[in-house]
Antibody, heavy 119, light 108 residues
Framework: QVQLQESGPGLVKPSQTLSLTCTVS??????????WSWIRQPAGKGLEWLGRMYSSGSSTYNPSLRNRVTMSLDTSKNQFFLRLTSVTAADTAVYYC???????????WGEGALVTVSS | SYVLTQPPSVSVAPGSTARVPCGGS??????VHWYRQKPGQAPVLVIFGDSDRPSGIPERFSGSNSGNTATLTISSVEAGDEADYYCQVWDGSSDHVVFGGGTKLTVL
């Protein structure tokens, strides 16, 4: 059974950097065939895909984030990471880490982590 | 970038059939996935590859995809089906995952 768990600060000040970790169990972030993604959801709004990483280290990001986003992997710890710089109140959301399979579907989701941007 | 359009809300009576559309340019050429999200919970995959159901999803849930519209159909709707439903595709031209804006299903 694949499980994903987000962790990180729940409160970030404006203009600072949001950093989240996703710890994966039941699957390996270094194995092929899967992509490791971050998706967020502001309160009362829809899902926004932030980007995804492949086991090779290649990545694709949502252009709406204007180069503020970076994702990375740590295969030794079976974790992947989100880094979002220069945050504003508009970045307040529940952040999900997720596994996207070869067919492009999100087959596993983390439970979500609420991150609030406020001074 | 590729855009998926869903109506904000759909309302149906218990026992009837709910249809949730998802519009996109030539979406029939893409593989569409559907998720159900209840308040305070992570989304759950209910349909993948246009019309396949993951294990544990009732047969009442079905999907179709043709032309510019994909549709999630829920037959014999129950109160427990009340949730937000999202369609999603992978846009190969941009290598992006794209979600629709979501549809709130209300069971009257």
């Amino acid at each position: 059974q694949v499980q994903l768990q987000e962790s990180g600060p729940g409160l970030v000040k404006p203009s600072q950097t949001l950093s989240l970790t996703c710890t994966v169990s039941g699957a390996s972030v270094s194995s092929g065939g899967s992509y490791w993604s971050w998706i967020r959801q502001p309160a009362g709004k829809g899902l926004e895909w932030l980007g995804r990483m492949y086991s090779s280290g290649s990545s694709t990001y949502n252009p709406s984030l204007r180069n503020r986003v970076t994702m990375s992997l740590d295969t030794s710890k079976n974790q992947f990471f989100l880094r979002l710089t220069s945050v504003t109140a508009a970045d307040t959301a529940v952040y999900y880490c997720a596994k996207v399979d070869y067919y492009g579907r999100v087959d596993y989701w983390g439970e979500g982590a609420l991150v609030t941007v406020s001074s | 970038s590729y855009v998926l359009t869903q109506p904000p809300s759909v309302s149906v009576a218990p026992g009837s059939t709910a249809r949730v559309p998802c519009g996109g340019s030539n979406i029939g050429s893409k593989s569409v996935h559907w998720y159900r999200q209840k308040p305070g919970q992570a989304p759950v995959l209910v349909i993948f590859g246009d019309s396949d159901r993951p294990s544990g999803i009732p047969e009442r849930f079905s999907g179709s995809n043709s032309g510019n519209t994909a549709t999630l159909t829920i037959s014999s709707v129950e109160a427990g089906d009340e949730a937000d439903y999202y369609c999603q595709v992978w846009d190969g031209s941009s290598d992006h995952v794209v979600f629709g804006g979501g549809t709130k299903l209300t069971v009257l």
